[in-house]
């Protein structure tokens, strides 16, 4: 009996030890989320305009050196630079999401790529607008993005290139819009779905494994049925014809961000 009394207390002991060592381990784990070292946030004016670009999802935030930096910026258009989602990707937001802008200025430690300026983003959205969110996988219409039966046709960026993406109007002789091109350097299809899913006002999920940077070409010409450039049939024929990619609208599973809460940041700080 003092032999199995013995073996239960040792064993006993090694559960709370394991258990603590998981419980440190884990604290330690949460005291190390990547975080910038001073970061800055400050309420706009009501009214203020949003700042160019951010319509298309193409506002840079990020400079050498660790730098982070967002002008009369949503916090819901944060929250989707930081999780790399598109604005149907999320669920739950409170209405001051999409309207209360702020000016966010903040430095890593030191050098630091996009990724993990994203990362250390989502800790100051939690420690700063106390959110916290959850994902849920749902089954959502989407426009699918897939390589068609021929090669792509994305190009390897030039050495020195930068990383831009210009949308140059074309005009005719009665200064009327012919087409659009569009034209992209060391850019990933990852960041062009982003922006045409934000025009579209629809999920797009890419599904060509392509994951690097290219160089690219489109140009869009609208016509009398379809005088919008970012008509849907418009984007599929030419990432079809153009960049040799397959687009199709259909049911699909998603991941789906569901803010469970969060708070306004109502001075600076």
């Known amino acids: 009996m003092h032999v199995i009394v013995e073996h239960m207390t040792k064993t006993l002991t090694l559960g709370a030890l394991l258990a603590a ?3 440190h381990a884990h ?3 949460l005291a190390k989320a990547p975080a910038f070292e ?10 203020t305009p949003e700042p160019p670009m951010e319509h298309t999802g193409m506002v840079q935030f990020t400079a050498p050196g660790g ?6 910026t949503t916090v819901k258009y944060l929250m989707e630079w930081a999780y790399n989602i598109q604005p149907s990707q999320h669920s739950g937001d409170p209405a001051w999401f999409a309207t209360d802008r702020y000016d ?4 890593a430690e030191g050098p630091a790529t996009d990724a993990q300026m994203k990362v250390m983003l989502q800790t100051l959205l939690a420690d700063r607008f106390k959110l916290k969110l959850h994902h849920e996988t749902k089954e959502l219409t989407a426009y ?5 039966k021929n090669a792509p046709k994305l190009f390897p960026p030039k050495e020195g290139e930068a990383h831009a993406m210009r949308m140059n109007p074309k005009m005719g002789s009665d200064q009327k819009m012919i087409s659009v091109e569009i034209v992209a350097t060391r850019f990933s299809l990852t960041q062009l779905i982003d922006v045409f899913a934000r025009q579209l006002g629809s999920v797009m999920v890419n599904r060509t494994g392509l994951d690097g940077d290219y160089d690219f070409t489109l140009e869009l010409t609208p016509d009398e049925s379809r005088p919008s450039p970012i008509d849907p049939t418009l984007l599929m024929t030419a990432m079809r014809e153009q ?3 397959s687009l199709k609208s259909q049911k699909t599973p998603v991941d789906v961000l569901m803010i469970d809460s969060a708070e306004k940041v109502l001075a600076g700080n």
Do not use: E, W
Request: glycine content about 8%; proline content about 6%.
């Open 243 to 245: 960049l040799g990619l």
């Open 104 to 107: 966010i200025t903040a430095q």
């Open 144 to 148: 699918v993005v897939s390589v068609g």
């Open 27 to 29: 604290c330690q784990d």
């Open 21 to 23: 060592s998981l419980h």
């Open 38 to 47: 001073v970061a800055s946030i400050v309420p706009c004016k009501p009214g």
């Open 67 to 72: 730098k982070f930096r967002a002008s009369a």
